[in-house]
Each structure stands twice: as C-alpha cells, then as structure tokens.
C-alpha cells in the first residue's frame, strides 16, 4: 500500500519534471545564438532549467500529493503518528544539494574560464560609450571609427571598452556576454561571431534618462564583405578632415540634404531663391519689408523657414524638418568620428562662397 503511493508520487515527479522543463525553455527561449560562446552558455542555462524543474517538481508533487491524499476525513477524529525525525532522509538531502551546488559551481567557472580565455590571432575594437550611444574604432586598421560595430564571422573578437561618462554595460543578446564599460578603465570583452546577420549593442546597465535608446546596429558580416567595408572606409573622407565650405557643399547636395532640388548656385531661380549672391543681399519679403541676409537670418530661414517668406516665393514649401534631420546626422559623425560639427554653420559658409 504504502509502496504504492511512492511509485504513483514518483512517477507524477518525473512527469511534471518533463512538462516544467519544456515550459520553461519554452518561456524563457533563448534567441539566436550567433556566436561561439553561446553553445557553453546554452547548455549552462538548460542544466539549470532542468535543475529547477525537477526539484520544484519533487516538492510540490509530493505536497500536493500528500495534501490530498493523506488528508483528514469528516468522521476522522484520531491523533496523527508520532515522528521524531529521520537522521538519514536529512543527510541526504543536505549532501545531494551541496554536491549539486558545487558541481554547478565548478561547471560554471570553468565555463566562464573557457569563454575569456585570450584566443591568439584577436581583431582589437575599441568601444567607447557615452551617454547615450556607441562608437567604435578599429586600431587594426588604421584607426577607422564607425557608429557601427561590424565584424567578420568566424574571428576571435577582443572588445577594449572605455566610458565617457559614467558605467554602461555592452550586451548583444545573440553573442550571450556581457560586460560592464566603466569611466576610468579598460574592461575587456571576447567573443566570436559565428553567424553573418544584423545585430543590436544595447546598454544594459541603468545610464540615464536616454539609456532605453543607446543602441547601436551589429553586423557580421562574411570576411570578403568585410574587406570590402574596410576598403570602402579607408577610401571614405572624414567629414572631421573636410572645411566647413566643402561639408556646405555636400550637405546642399542630393547626397547631404538634397537643397540643390530648389536652390541654385548659379543664379537660375528654380523653386527656391537662389544661393549666387544671397549673403548681404538686400531681400523683399512678402510682408512688404525689407531685410538684409546675415546669419541670423540664414540659420532661422533654414530651420524654421515660414517665419519669414521671400517675396515671390511660396510658404509651406521648403521642409521644415531640417532641425531634427540635422542634429540626427551630427549624432551620427560625432559617433563615428569624435568631432561635433554644426551643419547650419556648414551650409552658412558654403552659401558665403556663393558671392561673386
Ligand atoms: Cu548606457
């Protein structure tokens, strides 16, 4: 009878075990695991699934089981046995636990051991994070910065990770590590990358007001396609190695911000004024006065052009958004090149090369 009841607990045990396991790996999934590093960490995780699952399964099973099973009946009115305790039940289930705590103790250290080993042929990148966003540099190849951290899949990664400011933490949840990036030293990171895809960096250490949105692309990429990055931004000029009047000019361009679709630089009007003699030019607005262009009136004409019209020239026209599509691609060049850069102050000293 009593033999019974244990093989009918033991066996609800082993169930519910099975069940919590895939339930639990089914709610806590993992994503993709895209370096090599996640294979140990995976197995590390699903040990411990199985762990849980099999000992919150072995308690409550046996709980519950004997809670309904053994429970008091209406006309049931005797004392219950006497039990003072089981020497050999307690010892057993301190020394099993403490064996399986140490065991996954050392399991774990070595794992972690393995993963931070220094691997000998390393590609260097320099992180340096700052309230609220990424950049990235690689000393390997003369010092390219990018607001991008790309990466050849198949090689041995060494992140030197420096803050600006105060502690951010580097994670991609596909590569599985982590790691703390701290004002006023140097943490290290490795991985390596095995599967070519686009990736997120994101701070995982409360950093303020923005920490949400300090994020930055990852992408792996095979290593011909990774020559090919690398060849394309060694041949890029640095906007920071440019003057002011050549950055105006791209930013006027169809490549910067696309200005030459209404303005000219040689006089013709198309749907704009145009920009040949526009500094110091005595100008008619639409209101009957009369105003002439400095850089007060350059820089609001730009980032707020309704507030004054050009006689002869429609309002609602030019877009109004340049203020916001500006301070985005200053936020991208100070992430890739350190250096921040006015982009009205740009296009304000290309338009005062435009006088005859
Ligand atoms: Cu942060």
Known sequence: ???????????LTIITSILLYFLLTAIYRLPTSASAEAGPIDQLFHIHFGFIAFFFSLIMVFVVYAALVFRRRPDDETDGPHIHGHTGLEITWTVIPVIIVLGLGVYGTNVLVDITAPQPN????????????????????????????????????RLEMDSEDVIHSFWVPEFRVKQDVVPGRTTILRFTPTQAGDYKVRCAEICGKQHANM??????????????????????????????E??????YSAEGFGCAACHSVDGTQIVGPTWLGLFGREEQMDDGSTIVVDETYLRESILNPNAKIVSGFNANIMPPNYEQRFAEKQAEILAAEGVEIDIVEDLIAYIKTLNE
Do not use: C
């Open 1 to 11: 009878m009593k033999k019974k009841h244990l093989l009918f607990a033991t066996g």
């Open 122 to 157: 390393e590609m260097v990148v320099k992180v340096h994070a700052r309230q609220w966003s990424w950049s990235f540099e690689y000393p390997d190849y003369e010092n390219i910065s990018s607001a991008e951290l790309i990466l050849p899949a198949n090689q041995p990664i």
């Open 215 to 244: 994020l930055a692309p990852v992408k792996v990429l095979s290593d011909q396609e990774f020559t090919a990055w690398v060849d394309e931004r060694l041949a890029q000029p640095l906007f920071a190695e440019l003057t002011p």
């Open 246 to 251: 050549e950055r105006g000019e791209i930013w």
